[in-house]
């Protein structure tokens, strides 16, 4: 895909007034022609129906323009829409809840449509995410109403909130279960345990849990949940002592509670502590499993030590442990790390065909940041066109960043950049996160590309998506030089407000 666009890009202008995330590119394509003959990039009435919908969202519009825009344009209108294009333009929109809002409450308005009921989860959770709690919810009545409400439903509402900082909010949800319908059981009481520890609030969910255990019983997940969240905050002792615990309940520690206070110790490199809980999960008859590998492997090349890598490989091997993708993975950006390229090259070509694992999006992410590491760009490239002609997995956000990186690294910042934004937006529909624009940014600000990067400061701003206070003082310095003084001005209000 990047590949054919290189000719396009010959005659790429920038305008910082374009809609749609980063979609300050207007090509002009009358005369750029497809290897397959006339493309769909000549002939705008053959443009996919998800990029004809994109294309009529304004950027940094509310959600009732979003509506106005979509509901008034009969391209939009004479569109089908299926679950699979609704579920597609969400995840266009993930970052941009205005959008993402506008596009849902146009597609229920459709007739003849009905959103499936994930559709709302997924609406839902993006409000959440972006902290907009009164939408958030405002749609969990409206749910309510039409008997939508879910316990995925709840547990994405309460994990929102406790993610903003309001846990309290996530109780009375779990507290008011039965005004939707739903049962105060194992299952959800593990779901608000789950949600408080992930926030670090152990003790609050320890003393619900001693609350409820008289008439909701714990399972293994109840401890493990405790165990994991004991970690996290430090407090390994008591993870300890839930294992324990938990077989005075009649549930049998597993593989999944010793590996997590060995990602505990391996946060603190204690490799010794590591290896002994090995031989306590041999003992106990449950071994370390894929998981317990793939985890430590990591922390050991986060170390360096690369060789200490290589044997628990072997140890894993000798016991019988099956790798998977994911720790191919891991096994390939050690060997990465390691300056080991033919031998991550080899893995990634021979190894995992061979042992019918496959690749997955993560696989080549890896190989891409890889050869971005050792200034291969050209290799690196050519596994980003492997990914887009396999079928099997898509880019991401993360594909793009090393490739990124480069283009600033190498001082490519006009057709190279200009493609790889494109592609990343247009080609494949991926809304830009926080450190991608402030990737950006700050390369363009360097690059002496201020009027870009402005565009960029302009669009996160609508998208309501903060800049960090380094950024914006290092845009507004290369403003100021460049005499732009109303965009400077623009800037210091915002830095005000920080």
């Known amino acids: 895909m990047i590949f054919h666009l290189q000719k396009c890009f010959k005659r790429v202008r920038f305008l910082p007034t374009t809609s749609n995330s980063s979609a300050f590119f207007h090509t002009s394509f009358e005369t750029c022609s497809s290897p397959l003959g006339s493309s769909q990039l000549e002939d705008p009435t053959r443009l996919s129906d998800l990029d004809i919908i994109i294309s009529r969202v304004p950027v940094g519009s509310t959600d009732d323009e979003v509506l106005l825009s979509l509901s008034h344009d009969q391209a939009c209108n004479s569109i089908q829409l299926t679950h699979l294009l609704v579920h597609q333009l969400f995840h266009r929109f ?31 959770d993006i409000l959440g995410k972006m902290r907009q709690m009164d939408h958030t919810m405002h749609l969990l009545q409206r749910m309510h109403q039409d008997r939508l409400v879910t316990l995925n439903t709840v547990g994405k509402v309460m994990r929102r909130f406790a993610g903003a900082g309001k846990w309290e909010d996530a109780v009375r949800i779990f507290d008011g279960l039965g005004r939707f319908g739903l049962d105060k059981n194992t299952e959800s009481m593990n779901l608000l345990l789950d949600t408080l520890c992930k926030e670090n609030k152990v003790e609050v969910a320890r003393d619900i849990f001693l609350e409820l255990k008289s008439h909701i019983s ?7 949940i405790f165990i994991h969240g004991w970690c996290k905050v430090n407090r390994v002792d008591e993870a300890h002592w839930t294992i324990q615990e938990m077989k005075g309940h009649g549930c049998r520690p597993c593989a999944i ?11 603190k490199y204690n490799f010794g502590k590591v290896y002994e809980l090995f031989d306590e999960m041999e003992a106990q008859g449950c071994p370390p499993n894929v998981v317990t590998f793939t985890t430590v492997m990591c922390y050991l090349a986060k170390s360096e030590e690369f060789e200490e890598a290589m044997q628990l490989y072997e140890r894993m091997k000798s016991a019988g442990c099956k790798p998977d993708t994911l720790f191919y993975n891991s096994l390939i950006h050690t060997l990465g790390r390691a300056g080991r390229v033919r031998e991550a090259i080899h893995v990634f070509e021979v190894e995992m065909p061979e042992n019918e694992v496959p690749h997955n999006t993560s696989t080549y992410n890896t190989m891409i940041a890889m050869f971005c590491n050792n200034a291969q760009e050209e ?51 991926l809304s830009l996160d926080l450190s991608t624009y402030t990737l950006l940014i700050h390369g363009l600000c360097r690059a002496g590309k201020c009027e870009w990067a402005y565009s960029l400061f302009k669009e996160m701003i609508a998208q309501e998506m903060k800049p960090r206070y380094k950024t914006c003082r290092l845009l507004w310095d290369e403003v100021k030089l460049k005499n732009m003084s109303a965009a400077a001005d623009s800037i210091e209000d915002f830095m005000k407000k920080l």
């Open 257 to 267: 509670s010793y590996s997590t206070i060995i990602l505990f110790y391996c946060h």
């Open 94 to 124: 993930k970052n941009d809840w205005k959008s993402a809002l506008g596009v849902f409450r146009w597609a229920e308005s459709r007739p003849g449509y009905k959103l499936p009921p994930d559709a709302y989860d997924m609406i839902i």
């Open 218 to 224: 714990p399972n293994a997940h109840t401890f493990n």
């Open 379 to 429: 290799e690196a490239l050519k596994i980003l066109r492997k990914m887009e002609s396999s079928g099997l997995c898509k880019p991401d956000v993360q594909t793009y960043y090393p490739l990124l990186k480069m283009c600033f690294k190498t001082g490519k910042t006009d057709n190279c950049l200009n493609e790889l934004v494109n592609d990343m937006v247009n080609g494949h529909h």
